[in-house]
Nanobody, 126 residues
Framework: QLQFVESGGGLVHTGGSLRLSCYTP????????VGWFRQTPGKGHEGVSC????????YYQDSVKGRFTISRDNAKNTVYLQMNSLKPEGTAVYYC???????????????????WGPGTQVTVSP
């Protein structure tokens, strides 16, 4: 499994936007199903959005549909998450995961066992 370095987090007010990036320095992302996950204190990682490595199909958690957009640039080994209209409940540390073992994007967003990077903190103030 790939390990990523996440960036782009920060402190924003409710309604604000952030664009997260995660980069893997070692391997090509070609063919990998990728996903953004988040974790709050005391809880496990939850899938936010996932993207196929074959047909670019996507899946979004209901709470972020219409506000978040996942994308990828395989040439740059980077996955992005554009987050608009942020809400305080979006406060979390955000991580990337990737695997070739799961191809269904909805299954990807409930998968586990990834090698997590450092994550990037997103804080949304009321």
């Amino acid at each position: 499994q790939l390990q990523f370095v996440e960036s782009g987090g920060g402190l924003v007010h409710t309604g604000g936007s952030l664009r997260l990036s995660c980069y893997t320095p070692t391997y090509s992302l070609d063919g990998y199903t990728v996903g953004w996950f988040r974790q709050t204190p005391g809880k496990g990682h939850e899938g936010v959005s996932c993207m196929s490595g074959t047909d670019d199909s996507t899946y979004y958690q209901d709470s972020v549909k219409g506000r978040f957009t996942i994308s990828r640039d395989n040439a740059k080994n980077t996955v992005y998450l554009q987050m608009n209209s942020l809400k305080p409940e979006g406060t979390a540390v955000y991580y990337c995961g990737a695997t070739k073992l799961v191809t269904d994007v909805q299954q990807m967003c409930v998968a586990s066992g990834f090698s997590w990077g450092p994550g990037t903190q997103v804080t949304v103030s009321p």
